[in-house]
């Protein structure tokens, strides 16, 4: 049985889930209105940089200018490149195609892990969830609404 702590963690799973898949129709219909995805990425970032502001307590940079290079490169090539990548893709796909293509991209990196890596090999455990996360990805039976 759950203790009362633990679903504070739940529901906070839950709300970050649910505001994520909004993030797919939300970006679609700021397409159709005629916002570009490089527009969108720009305010998402700046919305995201103001909200991040008040908990920063002054500290906003790291420690020393090799490890802010380091913190740059990757926020632009990570993040940067998946918004941009994820909103062009909603430019031209339904949010629902585009949603499922990000939604395996877990599985694609333990399968890719497991075939580079050989310490990294998948339990059958683990290709059995795979195979069932990515079944329920394709074929999800609650999806009644037509894709936007």
């Known amino acids: 049985m759950l203790k009362y702590t633990e679903y504070k963690y739940h529901l906070a799973a839950l709300f ?8 797919f129709v939300s970006t679609k219909v700021l397409i159709a209105n005629s916002l570009t995805p490089a527009e969108i990425f720009l305010l998402r970032f700046a919305m995201a940089y103001v909200c991040i502001l008040p908990f920063a307590r002054g500290r906003m940079w790291a420690a020393g200018l090799r490890d802010e290079l380091l913190l740059a490169a990757a926020g632009l090539s990570g993040g940067s490149l998946y918004f941009l990548t994820e909103n062009v893709a909603l430019e031209y796909a339904p949010a629902s195609n585009v949603s499922l293509i990000v939604c395996t991209a877990p599985v694609w990196t333990a399968v890719l892990l497991s075939l580079l890596y050989g310490s990294e090999r998948m339990s059958r455990r683990q290709i059995a969830g795979s195979a069932l996360a990515f079944a329920g990805m394709v074929k999800s039976p609650f999806r009644i609404l037509p894709p936007v």
């Open 16 to 23: 970050t889930v649910t505001v994520w898949g909004a993030t």
